[in-house]
């Protein structure tokens, strides 16, 4: 059993987000408040709340943008897999999979386009491709150009695209490598209906291959049907869950006819 | 309250018993006569603020270390202290190089660091009130007060190596060698008395710091509390 | 990855974004170019009194215009919030610094190389024989001034009046290393030209101090 760190865990090892005892304070304002989640492998997990709930930073601070204040959020090699995949001490020394490691497969798309608008789309996918250490960027890029309807500006500078298209891009970059942990804020915001069919047909899939998908929304969203979990955030805390191994779907109306109602 | 005024009294005291020693008990000067009393101020001062900046420097690390908002507060305070002293520096060279040597300024090793050394603490607070952020506003200028005290032996020996490939007079070296022992225990009771000084003013500025620190959380609390009534929602410092 | 591919991929995208618009590198390079010009109109030099200033002269000018160029270098990252892109991909925090490093460090050297034959024109200076021996001055000064600057432009970026802070906070920081380039560049333009190995060693154990400081705090700098 080596020690983590120094285990290099297949890329393909799905894992789990755990939340312990989260807090996250900005000031004197508190974001999150002792914030305990486990989230499993392959879940879709729709996460709710008003403005100012939590979402957002919760998604940060999965996708190691920030660490929290005190508690921890770690990345623990799925229970089911330490025996498949073979990788020793993975799992079962408990310390997570290093971050570093864990970027590789974490994508995220969130309030900015995080794109450079001075280079061209291809440009941007490539750069992002090497960065992430894709080996077969020839293919890989004008294969997520293709998908996301863009093949045809792939040679145009982002700043010449529309809302629509650089949400679409936005996307395009944030699963150019393959993640295993989808983090999404919004993605919806700026799509046209082609955009949106397109984003949806994408997160079927994804979820029907195993990647975990973690979505921030609070409008109306066909892809909430996709979800397998429901949570809601209320002032930094969870409100309600409707844990692994429940149904969303009671969540979900609720919520909805929450909603319709305040609107 | 009697404390505060127990500790000014005796700062009080300190000061005026240094003055007294550098202006009596000191034995006169051989070239320089009256005019060289200044000096027990002038070393004495950039020792005071040499001190503080190092403060600076610990205060800056111990902050990225342990993330405790109290060591921000105490690097603001030290450096503003040590700005005071260093200013004292900078205003006692030249009124002591003028009677003496003719001139106002000189490019020695000694004033050349107390010159820039005040420049760079002055820019790290006014970067401080550039940033608004707290945390950012703390660990961001730690960065700055780190890098601007490893220049500190930089310049002085910069100096002093461009000083010995061109010449020039020495005029404040040398009284560190062949002290007389009356000026050395003068020296010694000027340095005393000022840190006895600085270090009273060092705490209450590091106490007003921090004050300052809980009012603007408070304000910022109240401000989130007064548009979160408003608008039914707290609008989350993402 | 590591450190040093990353800092490769990080440099070939600055790289790539700067021809691609020219405006740091234009801007930079005439700026330099009027305060050479400019120094030149305010005292006519003479040939003696040219090693003396010249030297000088063509630091300051370097020091103002690096210390404009360089300001942009991590606030560009903010339209979009691509440093956060970055801060998500699988690089080191100091991976991010040394790619800005090493394209800052492209850019100034790129000016260097339009100034130093200007200044050697304006001031009648000649670079004959001694060019390996100032290219080693110019490198050691320029990694110095462009390591301290690309971290206090990662510090000014999120403050306000940037443009002003970067050169207040960078100019009084730089005086050794003026004073050590300065010297280095005086000797070699003497009547009988020698690279002085005391400023040479200290501007290398200028950059060797910051670059080591940098690496140390290099998380703290590109976090959150």
């Known amino acids: 059993m080596s020690a983590a760190g120094t285990t290099v865990v297949p890329l393909t090892c799905p894992f789990d987000i755990r939340f312990e005892h989260v807090e996250k304070r900005f000031g004197p304002l508190t974001a999150l408040r002792n914030l305990s989640l486990d989230i499993r492998e392959g879940e879709f997990v729709a996460l709710l709340g008003a403005n100012g709930a939590g979402k957002t930073t919760l998604l940060r601070i999965a996708a190691l943008l920030m660490t929290p204040s005190s508690g921890r959020m770690r990345f623990m090699a799925s229970a089911t897999d330490i025996n498949d995949a073979g990788a020793p001490g993975a799992g079962a020394d408990n310390a997570g999979i290093p971050p570093l490691e864990a970027k590789r497969r974490i994508g995220m798309v969130g309030h900015s386009t995080l794109l450079y608008d001075e280079l061209t789309a291809a440009e941007n996918l490539t750069f992002f491709g090497k960065l992430y250490g894709l080996e077969d960027i020839g293919t890989r890029v004008p294969a997520g150009l293709e998908s996301c309807g863009l093949a045809s500006r792939a040679k145009s500078l982002v700043r010449t695209f529309s809302r629509g298209m650089r949400q679409r891009l936005a996307i395009a970059r944030a699963l150019l490598h393959g993640p295993r942990l989808l983090l999404l804020d919004e993605p919806a915001a700026g799509l046209d209906r082609q955009g949106l069919a397109w984003f949806g047909t994408t997160l079927a899939r994804l979820r029907d291959d195993g990647c975990t998908v973690i979505m921030s929304t609070h409008a109306r969203n066909e892809s909430l049907d996709l979800a397998t979990r429901a949570i809601s955030l209320a002032g930094g805390r969870v409100e309600h869950d409707s844990g692994s191994n429940g149904d969303p779907r009671a969540l979900l109306s609720q919520l909805r006819a929450e909603a319709r109602v305040e609107n | ?238 | ?224």
């Open chain 3, 1 to 224: 990855m590591s450190t040093a591919r990353a800092a490769a991929i990080l440099l070939a995208k600055e790289l790539r974004l700067e021809f691609r618009t020219r405006e740091l590198l234009s801007a930079t390079v005439i700026f330099a170019l009027i305060i050479v010009v400019l120094f030149s109109f305010a005292f006519d030099p003479t040939a003696t009194e040219s090693r003396r200033y010249g030297p000088g002269l063509l630091w300051i000018a370097f020091l103002f215009a690096g210390s404009l160029m360089l300001q942009p270098s991590f606030a560009r990252e903010q339209s979009n919030d691509t440093l956060d892109a970055l801060r998500m991909a699988p690089v080191s925090s100091f991976a991010i610094l040394l790619g800005k490093m090493l394209a800052n460090f492209v850019f100034l050297s790129f000016a260097e190389v339009i100034l130093v034959p200007v200044f050697a024109v304006l001031y009648n200076v000649s670079l004959a024989g001694i060019m390996g021996r100032l290219v080693i001055v110019l490198v050691l000064g320029t990694t110095g001034l462009v390591v301290t600057g690309t971290v206090f432009s990662a510090i000014s970026a999120h403050a306000r009046m940037r443009e002003l802070l970067l050169p207040l906070l960078l100019l009084p920081v730089l005086a050794p290393l003026l004073i050590a380039a300065v010297e280095a560049t005086a000797s070699l333009l003497m009547e009988q030209p020698e690279l002085d190995r005391t400023w040479v060693a200290f501007l290398a154990g200028f950059d060797i101090v910051f670059l080591t400081a940098s690496w140390l705090l290099c998380d703290f700098l590109v976090e959150e």
């Open chain 2, 1 to 238: 309250m009697k404390s505060r005024i127990a500790i000014t009294a005796l700062m009080a005291a300190l000061i005026f018993f240094a003055g007294y020693a550098a202006l009596f008990i000191a034995p006169d000067e051989r070239t320089m006569h009256e005019v060289q009393r200044i000096f027990y101020f002038h070393l004495s001062a950039w020792m005071t603020s040499f001190a503080a900046f190092l403060l600076v420097f610990i205060s800056n690390i111990a902050y990225l270390v342990t993330r405790r908002i109290k060591w921000d507060c105490l690097g603001v305070a030290a450096a503003e202290v040590g700005i005071a002293c260093c200013s004292i520096g900078l205003i006692t060279g030249p009124l002591w190089a003028r009677p003496v040597w003719g001139i106002w300024w000189t490019w020695d090793a000694r004033l050349t660091t107390t010159f820039i050394m005040w420049l760079m603490y002055i820019s790290y607070l006014l970067l401080r009130g550039l940033l608004e952020d707290t945390q950012r506003r703390a660990s961001l200028s730690a960065i700055f007060g780190i890098f601007a005290f490893l220049d500190v032996p930089l310049v002085y020996m910069s100096n002093r190596l461009w000083r010995t490939q061109h010449p020039q007079p020495v005029i404040f070296g040398g009284e560190g060698s062949g002290l007389d022992p009356t000026m050395a225990k003068v020296l010694l009771i000027c340095v005393i008395s000022l840190f006895g000084v600085m270090i009273p003013v060092l705490i209450d500025r590091y106490r007003l710091q921090v004050l300052r620190h809980e009012v603007e959380e408070l304000r910022f609390g109240l401000e989130m509390r007064r548009s979160d009534s408003r608008r039914g929602t707290i609008k989350a410092a993402l």
